[in-house]
């Protein structure tokens, strides 16, 4: 297992002990096919890697992600917290620990782990603590969850290069939080690829408009 700082506090405000109990058996049913490309939410791709991105309201997120070159396939659920196979509804007690997280599997020979970073600093604002805009709620906090050192050390290094950008552009301090990736929960079936299921629906990208420069 992977043990590490975190970049910054996620204040989330339940721990282990006083989590929801959840359940043991996921709320999404597989097969599960991914509404852009029909393959399976869970299908395994030779070569491929992962990257866990939470940067609020995963509808949006998710969709940021869908049809970037090299990437395979995206789903959204809860990553960071302790509750088991948490429903949405749990999520937003803010009683499970998790945050709405995007997973992104794609191709490092097409895409890199740096490229997706570089577009999850530069599509939210890693400013607010614990929300986004008019989302508010530990849920909504910014966070990679790496999955190995190296990605780990790339997430540090574009904090960091992205934080002088913030800092000279007159933003304070950078709260992304900075974590091994843990256990994943897919959401329900509803969530995946909302937008494209519900192309007028409301989930905005508050990007600030600063670019993050080092991939």
Known sequence: MLRFENTADADVDVDAEHALPGRGEPVLSMPFLHRITANRLDREFPGAETAYLAAGCFWGVEKLYWNLPGVLSTAVGYMGGYTPNPTYEEV????????ETVRVVFDPTRTSYAQLVRLFFENHDPTQLNRQGADV?????????ATSPAQEATARRLYESFQASMTEAGYGRLVTQIAPAGDWYYAEGYHQQYLEANPDGYCPVHATGIRCSAV
């Open 92 to 99: 937003c007690t803010g009683q499970t620990g998790h945050a």
């Open 137 to 145: 709620g530990t849920q909504y906090r910014s966070a990679l969850f």
